[in-house]
């Protein structure tokens, strides 16, 4: 699979930015998407998950200002953000796993199998 991000940018504390994830490829065997993030010198952190059946987990990170969705019919993720502050600024990651045992409720990166290159959110 071929995942390619974009909607990253900079914006003021408070504001809204909606990324989004094309998914190239043949997705029959991909059991789960997520959205992740990482700050340099610090490990790959999980925000979302959404399977195959529309079942969403969020992490804490995530929860309750983050929305993950999926159009399933042009293979597009999506991650809402809202009410976006400055511990936000991070490089967002999506991912698919084609691991057979991968849920909604995985949110740890060695769940995932194929990853985008990023995009960069600045939040100040």
């Known amino acids: 699979l071929q995942l390619v991000e974009s909607g990253g940018g900079s914006v003021q504390a408070g504001g809204s930015l909606n990324l989004s994830c094309v998914v190239f490829g043949d997705t029959t065997k991909t059991t789960v998407f997520g959205w992740f993030r990482q700050v340099p010198d610090r490990a790959r952190e999980g925000l979302a998950a959404i399977d195959r059946d529309g079942m969403i987990n969020y992490a804490d990170a995530g929860r309750g200002r983050f929305t993950i969705s999926r159009d399933v019919t042009f293979n597009i993720l999506t991650l809402q953000m809202n009410s976006l502050k400055v511990e936000d600024t991070a490089m967002y990651y999506c991912?698919?796993?084609?691991?057979?045992?991968?849920?909604?409720?995985?949110?740890?990166?060695?769940?995932?199998?194929?990853w985008g290159q990023g995009t960069q959110v600045t939040v100040s």
């Open positions: 991912a698919a796993s084609s691991r057979s045992w991968a849920t909604m409720t995985s949110l740890g990166p060695s769940a995932y199998t194929d």
